[in-house]
């Protein structure tokens, strides 16, 4: 591999970020179990859970592209089930509310004018109590949440793998000095469609999935550059070195 | 070999739930996250009250803050005083997770006056009691949870061969623990301890925000009896997800072999999603329908 299939590597890995967000459910009033999806703001928890998918990545340094990309996946997918468990937990016992999607019970979602879950096939509406927009993850959001999880993973890994590999040549702490770029280009690219998501998402079935151009084009331009800056400032610092 | 890593994925599988408590109690005891909307917007509809509102970062970065504040004085001091790796590690973390109190406890107070005064003009009166009894209760989960973490990543760093240095493994682990904290146990503390004068189970509605829980057991409510509500569930929740998400991410990389590994965890993540389903299952049976209007 060379250095410029590294840098597109990081312009990939940071759109896929951007999409990820898409995917995981997030909503900051399901903190008042008002809301379906994971009660904190989208970006911060796709932030949370592409960290947990690099540290994952950073145990198979030496194992190659492919060993790196599946353990982000898998770190960063176990952190939104564990994430996505924890509050359905916390709603069917410390609320005492079911997980209902209240976009799908309204029938606004992408699926029409369906109010039934895609995958289980279980009614939406009645579930909803009254005067809320649904609370926690039901089935298909879990799902969703899954995919944003795999995504994001792939995404932050593959970020991290093409920094770390322009960095080997010119640092000695190559590892830890790339783990902190990749986390910095994910942050980036998770921000970025809080202002297409507008702090609330349900997921692959929530009518924002039709934004993902929009976050797309965008990511895309901010990846370029950020990958344009770290491809230059390393050639510039092995040019010195040799 | 494998005994070091067994023995690293338990300790690290167990300093992770303790953090994940500690975090989460003292988001709960300063209205740290999500729910200080709840708490800010009381005071609009004239309902003054006692709360201790520390919110002004999201509870993510003001972890990871904590966190990675403690781990660098920790290393700082651990591979500059020359003692033996395991006391120097232990007497490094208590010092960085002291300082790292210290300066939530500033930061705490500055922000609830702050916050507070914002409020004039609603009326909403500055407490010191209101201040005073949680901000130490507060600033002690902060050092718990920063001296679980700083431990955590030391443990990670050393038992479990990550490549990361110790700062910012325990940046990672402050953000990603935040995260969780905020979705999960604070949910306990948003939709039921701040709306406990409404039935169990009616679902707070849109119409009911802001109409926070002002009185208490013992008179007017303070944040210093949050965590005594919230440990009893919200608490060991956060425990579980991020203990679960340590131990299970560790004791599957015991093999040896990345691919076994990551075979393990989607088979863990699998057998989950499968819970998630019956969770849902036996809520949809305990709870509902519900009809609009009652």
């Given at each position: 591999m060379d250095p410029v299939t590294a840098m597109f590597l990081i312009i990939a890995g940071g759109v896929l970020v951007g999409v990820c967000v898409h995917f995981i459910p997030a909503s900051a009033v399901g903190a008042m179990s008002a809301s379906t999806g994971i009660a904190t703001g989208p970006s911060m928890l796709s932030f949370g859970a592409g960290l947990s998918g690099i540290l994952s990545a950073s145990f198979a340094l030496d194992s190659g592209l492919a060993a790196m990309l599946a353990s982000g996946a898998a770190g960063s997918t176990l952190m939104v089930v564990l994430t996505i468990l924890g509050g359905n937990l916390v709603n069917a016992f410390g609320t005492g509310v079911p997980p209902v999607s209240g976009q799908t019970a309204s029938g606004q979602?992408?699926?029409?004018?369906?109010?039934?879950?895609?995958?289980?096939?279980?009614?939406?509406?009645?579930?909803?109590?009254?005067?809320?927009?649904g609370h926690g993850m039901p089935v298909q959001t879990a799902i969703s949440g899954v995919i944003g999880g795999i995504i994001g993973g792939l995404g932050g890994a593959m970020v991290f793998f093409g920094v770390q590999f322009m960095f080997v040549p010119v640092s000695q702490e190559a590892a830890g000095l790339s783990g902190m770029i990749a986390a910095g280009i994910f942050l980036i690219n998770c921000v970025l469609p809080a202002y297409t998501l507008v702090g609330k998402t349900e997921g692959m079935f929530d009518r924002k999935m039709l934004r993902v151009p929009k976050t797309f084009l965008s990511c895309l331009i901010v990846s370029t550059f950020l990958a344009l800056i770290i491809y230059s400032t390393s050639t510039y610092a092995s040019m010195g070195a040799t | 070999m494998l005994q070091l890593l067994l023995l690293g994925s338990a300790l690290a599988g167990l300093l992770a739930f303790l953090a994940a408590i500690f975090e989460n109690e003292d988001s709960d005891a300063g209205s740290a996250s999500n729910p200080n909307s709840q708490v800010q917007l009381a005071p609009q509809i004239e309902h003054l009250h006692r709360y201790y509102n520390k919110a002004i970062a999201g509870e993510p970065p003001q972890n990871a803050l904590w966190a990675a504040l403690a781990a660098t004085i920790a290393y700082i001091l651990y591979s500059r005083l020359g003692m033996d790796p395991i006391p120097g590690v232990i007497l490094g973390s208590v010092l960085g997770a002291l300082i790292a109190s210290l300066l939530q406890g500033m930061y705490g107070s500055l922000a609830h006056i702050s916050r507070i005064a914002s409020m004039k003009n609603f009326k909403q009166m500055l407490y010191w009691d209101s201040l005073l009894s949680p901000l130490p209760l507060s600033m002690t989960y902060t050092f718990f949870s920063a001296l679980c973490l700083t431990l955590l990543s030391f443990v990670i760093h050393g038992l479990l061969g990550s490549p990361f240095p110790v700062p910012l493994i325990a940046m990672f682990l402050g953000f990603t623990l935040g995260a969780i904290a905020s979705s999960t146990g604070d949910v306990h503390y948003g939709a039921e301890r701040l709306y406990q004068h409404y039935t169990f189970g009616s679902g707070i509605a849109i119409s009911k925000q802001g109409d926070i829980d002002v009185k208490g057991e013992y008179g007017y409510r303070n944040s210093v009896d949050t965590p005594y509500f919230t440990l009893r569930f919200g608490g060991p929740v956060t425990g579980l997800t991020f203990g679960l998400l340590i131990l299970i991410d560790t004791l599957s990389r015991t093999s040896g072999s990345v691919w076994t590994s990551v075979i393990l965890e989607f088979s863990i993540i699998a057998l989950i999603l499968i819970f998630i389903i019956y969770l849902e299952k036996y809520t949809r049976d305990r709870y509902g329908p519900f009809e609009e209007g009652k």
């Open positions: 979602s992408v699926l029409g004018s369906s109010t039934k879950d895609a995958i289980t096939g279980w009614e939406q509406k009645p579930f909803v109590t009254p005067g809320t927009d | -």
